[in-house]
């Protein structure tokens, strides 16, 4: 049965197409690099690293900048890898946005190590800037041309996306499953993995345009400052495209879960009217609920922080409660063989799960007025990025590595997996509890020094986030050893 | 001569509607204001190029195309043209000097316009896609611009026209990607789609 499917589906790769491979290769070492820098973060928070505090916010901005990158990186290659089994995709753009994003990191890594840039991930108007001295214009418009370069590789990317879909399905409304959602469900939907991807070629080709708009805007006003930005539009632009991109890493990544997992119980995972319902909510919500990274900006119109809350709230449902039931109704009593790969899905599906819950709290107006500047914050996306998106991506990888196919006995995992998966489940989840715990006791994000009564929640943080690197590690080494397997023939 | 290389009925209506816009009463009318100037004038004068390409021989098209590889050519002439006459101290010159008025004229159907027609078609689904996006984010820039510009960036209009210019450029954006969205969500066939894709 699960042979039969996966034939069935599996036309467009015999074999694991190297830049796929190259991307995941390249997302791993960084998010080990990435890693290491937010350990050092947490230690320095907590009072085990003397770090400067310039270095700590050079530290903070290649941290979040790199893991926005590479979290955008792997899940792009999990889209691609499945969409393309049903759509003909380039794999020269495939190439183009993995150069283009190597040249924005060598540029982002330029303007924070030699300029000493250090005005966050978010480079929010007016701090780039206005840095009081501690960089230039030039390491400032480095970085902003490096985001620049990266997003032009993946505009590229999404705009090839789109001309395969509307090759095969005509138009995007199609693809999205109109005509089955509107109409006669006629069996014939297109998988999920394609409305999946038509979702967020969507809301990334909208948020990429939007974000390249304010990230020029931000270099003209870099070199001729008589040119301002308005700063609450600034902060709506950067927040629409920031919000927007780390998003659809998410929304890639789980395609992993829709076409894995039913590789794995033999239950195809259908384009019913519910999943496709969802997944075209989560279009229009996805980009509409984002007034809630602005729920402090006083100027902000009412309603749109009204807005902002109400949809938070609903937009965590769609997409997340039919993943979830789906993936728990597709697992249970299957007689599923159990594996790093399906174990790291599963487990995303919960860290996607439970994240929401600490973000929907946040995005309530009276209690982000309290907690938006605390390490609620990053409990909450560590929460959904870490335990979520994270083993998405590395499940995806585990399940390359067994020759992406569930029943090969060649590839199968050894014990060290099997306590890289707890260390990483059980440090995963105490990481994030030091961030919410912390952010409850009031403990305020970004900043280089604590107080004393917030050292307990940063320094079990890191010893927690010496635990994850350490499995990460165990993840990123096993699939680099085992590039060969994952190279073979897949179907 | 120029009438000459294009055939058809519609020949002699282009030539006609390309003298009008140049006639005194309605060119003074269009440079008025930077709105129209900016938003109907140069437009409808790349637009004329567009039109004219339609009409031209097929041999002139086929012996052009040569010349065109991918369409990357003819569009980065036209993209150089149009960066040319964004630039506020072109129209100025335009509004000021007869010899450069002429050179718009001339330049916008024959250096944006056809080109354009010539290349659109022939550039990849992806390059075309890369266009209308860099299309909208400038627009948006370039409203921004126009609008936040501390100091009357062109000598001929006020500092109430540029701001008004760079709202209709948001305008714009926002028209240009409702109707890019409308095109692509509703679309074609598949089949006619996967043409236009190639």
């Known amino acids: ?491 | 001569m120029v009438v000459n290389l294009l055939p058809g009925p519609g020949r002699w209506q282009l030539l006609a509607v390309y003298l009008l816009l140049a006639t005194p009463p309605l060119r003074d009318w269009l440079e008025a204001g930077m709105v129209m100037h900016m938003l109907v004038q140069l437009p409808l004068l790349a637009g004329l190029g567009v039109l004219a390409v339609r009409r031209l021989p097929a041999r002139l098209r086929n012996r052009l195309d040569r010349c065109n590889a991918a369409g990357v050519p003819l569009t980065l002439l036209a993209l150089f043209a149009i960066a040319f006459w964004m630039l506020p101290r072109s129209l100025d010159a335009a509004l000021n000097q007869p010899a450069m008025e002429l050179a718009k004229f001339v330049s916008l159907p024959l250096l944006v316009g056809a080109p354009l027609a010539l290349s659109w078609r022939r550039l990849p689904a992806v390059g075309r896609g890369f266009l209308w996006s860099n299309l909208l984010s400038m627009l948006v820039v370039l409203g921004w611009l126009y609008s936040a510009a501390p100091v009357r960036v062109c000598t001929n209009y006020l500092v109430d026209q540029q701001q008004l210019l760079g709202r209709g450029l948001l305008l714009l954006a926002l028209g240009l990607a409702l109707w890019l969205a409308g095109q692509v969500l509703f679309g074609d066939s598949p089949r006619r789609a996967a043409q236009a894709t190639g």
Request: hydrophobic share 55%; aromatic share 12%.
């Open chain 1, 1 to 491: 049965m699960t042979d039969t499917y996966v034939t069935t589906n599996m036309t467009a790769h015999d074999r694991t197409p190297i830049p796929v491979l190259a991307c995941l290769a390249t997302a791993g070492a960084v998010v080990l690099l990435m890693m290491v820098f937010g350990l050092l973060l947490r230690l320095a928070q907590g009072g085990m690293l003397d770090l400067a505090p310039d270095t700590f916010y050079e530290l903070l901005t290649l941290h979040g900048a790199g893991m926005v990158g590479i979290a955008a990186l792997g899940s792009v290659a999990v889209m691609w890898y499945f969409l393309g089994q049903y759509v003909r995709l380039s794999g020269a753009v495939f190439v183009a946005n993995l150069v283009l994003f190597l040249v924005g990191v060598v540029m982002i890594l330029a303007s924070v190590l030699f300029g000493g840039f250090a005005g966050a991930w978010t480079f929010l108007y007016p701090l780039p800037a206005q840095p009081m001295g501690v960089w230039s214009a030039h390491a400032a418009a480095l970085f902003v041309g490096g985001l620049l370069v990266i997003g032009t590789g993946f505009l590229l990317l999404y705009l090839d996306v789109a001309r395969a879909i509307l090759g095969r399905y005509g138009s995007l409304g199609r693809a999205l499953g109109w005509p089955q959602l509107f109409g006669h469900d006629d069996g014939r939907a297109p998988p999920v993995a394609v409305v999946a991807s038509t979702m967020v070629l969507i809301i990334n080709t909208i948020g990429i345009t939007t974000g390249a708009a304010i990230l020029v805007m931000t270099l003209v006003n870099l070199y001729v400052p008589a040119f301002g930005i308005d700063p609450l539009l600034a902060k709506n632009m950067t927040y629409f495209f920031g919000h927007v991109f780390i998003n659809a890493t998410i929304y890639m990544a789980v395609i992993a879960v829709y076409e894995i997992l039913p590789r794995y119980t033999g239950r195809p995972w259908k384009s019913s009217k519910v999943v496709l319902a969802a997944w075209n909510a989560s279009v229009i919500m996805v980009m509409t609920n984002y007034p809630h990274h602005l729920l402090m900006d006083f100027a902000m119109p009412e309603w749109a922080l009204v807005a902002g809350q109400v949809i938070s709230y609903a937009s965590g449902l769609p997409v997340l409660v039919v993943t979830v039931i789906g993936a728990l109704t597709n697992v249970h009593r299957s007689g599923m063989r159990w594996d790093l790969a399906s174990g790291l899905l599963l487990l995303s599906v919960f860290g996607w799960g439970a994240g929401v819950i600490p973000a929907i709290i946040d995005a309530t107006v009276v209690i982000n007025q309290v907690m938006h500047n605390t390490l609620w914050v990053p409990g909450h996306f560590h929460t959904y990025l870490l335990l979520g998106m994270l083993p998405m991506v590395l499940g995806f990888m585990y399940f390359l590595a067994r020759g992406g196919r569930p029943t090969d006995a060649a590839g199968a995992e050894r014990g060290i997996d099997r306590i890289g998966f707890w260390v990483f489940a059980v440090a995963g989840l105490g990481f994030v509890l030091a961030f919410l715990a912390g952010g409850r006791a009031g403990a305020p994000r970004r900043y280089a020094e604590h107080l004393a009564q917030w050292l307990p929640y940063d320094r079990a943080g890191a010893l927690f986030a010496a635990l994850v690197l350490a499995a990460t590690l165990v993840f990123v080494a096993r699939f680099l050893l085992r590039l060969g397997s994952a190279r073979g023939r897949v179907a």
